[in-house]
Antibody, heavy 121, light 108 residues
């Protein structure tokens, strides 16, 4: 079965760092783009960034460039999303998702279950 | 950045009815649009890509159409399990591959 599994929920304080993960299985992880999507409480979906695990090529939304860093380790079939200094406004559900057609500019066909990140003092 | 605008924001319909959801792009995105369904407490699920191609295992009652800047998602013979928020997404040219704000489908 093709699936993505997001890491568990996190509760952090403002200013702390965080790295969440997304592990793929059931397919050739390196060959498909992985994207990250934010969903703030009660709100819609926001496209953040994508990465191609085979060569770690990345593309960011201007809204998230410099605010987060995405990476991938193809040896363990895992992608990462990290913050160096969290803000309360980073409180959201974060989904990873797989690109459908291995192009980068594409829909997401497989989604992880999401990681809830709560930032509160 | 391309802005995707969905209408209506909320739609209340009865089981068995036909439903049409709209999505408009601020500039042409060719046919590079997808539709997703998000049920309460769940991750989104891909329904349609390439404006009109159903994703794997998606029932035939879901169909998509349009090109350029105007797109529609049609659900024929609505079922109670279709209660969800529906999002369009464009993935034309360069990032960000923006989503619409969503249409919430309520079942009467």
């Amino acid at each position: 079965e093709v699936q993505l599994v997001n890491s568990g929920a996190e509760v952090k304080k403002p200013g702390e760092s965080l790295k969440i993960s997304c592990k793929g299985s059931g397919y050739s992880f390196a060959d498909y783009w992985i994207g990250w999507v934010r969903q703030m409480p009660g709100k819609g979906l926001e496209w953040m960034a994508i990465i191609y695990p085979a060569n770690s090529n990345t593309r960011y939304s201007p809204s998230f460039q410099g605010q987060v860093t995405i990476s991938a380790d193809k040896s363990i079939n895992t992608a990462f999303l990290q913050w160096s200094s969290l803000k309360a406004s980073d409180t959201a559900m974060y989904y990873c998702a797989r690109g459908l057609e291995r192009r980068g500019d594409e829909a997401f066909d497989i989604w992880g279950q999401g990681t809830m990140v709560t930032v509160s003092s | 950045e391309i802005v995707m605008t969905q209408s209506p924001a909320t739609l209340s319909v009865s089981p068995g009815e036909r439903v049409t959801l709209s999505c408009r792009a601020s500039q042409s995105v060719s046919s590079n649009i997808a539709w997703y369904q998000q049920k309460p407490g769940q991750a989104p699920r891909l329904l349609i890509y390439g404006a009109s191609t159903r994703a794997t295992a998606i029932p035939a009652r879901f169909s998509g159409s349009g090109s350029g800047t105007e797109f529609t998602l049609t659900i024929n013979s609505l079922q109670s399990e279709d209660l969800a928020v529906y999002y369009c997404q464009q993935y034309n040219n360069r990032p960000p591959y923006s989503f619409g704000q969503g249409t919430k489908l309520e079942i009467k």
